[in-house]
T-cell receptor
Framework: KAGVTQTPRYLIKTRGQQVTLSCSPI?????VSWYQQTPGQGLQFLFE???????NKGNFPGRFSGRQFSNSRSEMNVSTLELGDSALYLC??????????????FGPGTRLTVL | DAKTTQPNSMESNEEEPVHLPCNHS???????IHWYRQLPSQGPEYVIH???SNVNNRMASLAIAEDRKSSTLILHRATLRDAAVYYC?????????????FGKGTKLTVNP
């Protein structure tokens, strides 16, 4: 079974631009979560989508948004990029939306650099 | 925001057992304890999770204290491939929003 795939793997943008990252979950998984990882803040939860609906949201500004398509693929968008948005963006998929008991499978991440 | 406390780093020798501790004194009755690890240049991967009793799988064992305020991840025979950052995680549920809160984790170094 193929794992979680994320594209692109590396991205360089400049301040003020916007960016869209893509995540394809494991086949059959309907929940997709996004995380931001930086050396200073560690892994921080951005949001979770299930059946095309945002179910949970972390403490990030509105510049960070996402969506999920009917095939469970998900995209996240960051508008008006700031230097502090430079990070590894990780996507994780799971069968259900139960974070208590379900296992999350992470992709390799997209490394975003903002200049 | 993190509800767990772990040592920043630990060191082990190859082929020896490793005990990675985690404190979660504010755990609620319905919270499962999850462990993930992140190898260099990779996304985190699931290791094990449990609720009350000890759990075993092919990767590791999870020993949960009777009061559930602490737990220990046990790698029975560490290998060089086990060198990673290990995260002990609880679910955070506030205001109808649920998320997994990762702390800083424990960086495990395995010496040959």
């Amino acid at each position: 079974k193929a794992g979680v795939t994320q594209t692109p793997r590396y991205l360089i943008k400049t301040r003020g631009q916007q960016v869209t990252l893509s995540c394809s979950p494991i086949s059959g998984h309907r929940s997709v979560s996004w995380y931001q990882q930086t050396p200073g803040q560690g892994l921080q939860f951005l949001f979770e989508y299930f059946s095309e609906t945002q179910r949970n949201k972390g403490n990030f500004p509105g510049r960070f948004s996402g969506r999920q398509f009917s095939n469970s693929r998900s995209e996240m968008n960051v508008s008006t990029l700031e230097l502090g948005d430079s990070a590894l963006y990780l996507c994780a998929s799971s069968l259900t939306t139960s974070l208590s008991t379900d296992t999350q499978y992470f992709g390799p991440g997209t490394r975003l650099t903002v200049l | 925001d993190a509800k767990t406390t772990q040592p920043n780093s630990m060191e082990s020798n190859e082929e020896e057992p490793v005990h990675l501790p985690c404190n979660h004194s504010t755990i609620s009755g319905t919270d499962y304890i999850h462990w993930y690890r992140q190898l260099p240049s990779q996304g985190p991967e699931y290791v094990i999770h449990g609720l009350t009793s000890n759990v075993n799988n092919r990767m590791a064992s999870l020993a949960i204290a009777e009061d559930r305020k602490s737990s220990t991840l046990i790698l029975h025979r560490a290998t060089l491939r086990d060198a990673a950052v290990y995260y002990c995680i609880l679910r955070d549920a506030k205001g109808g929003s649920e998320k997994l809160v990762f702390g800083k984790g424990t960086k495990l170094t395995v010496n040959p």
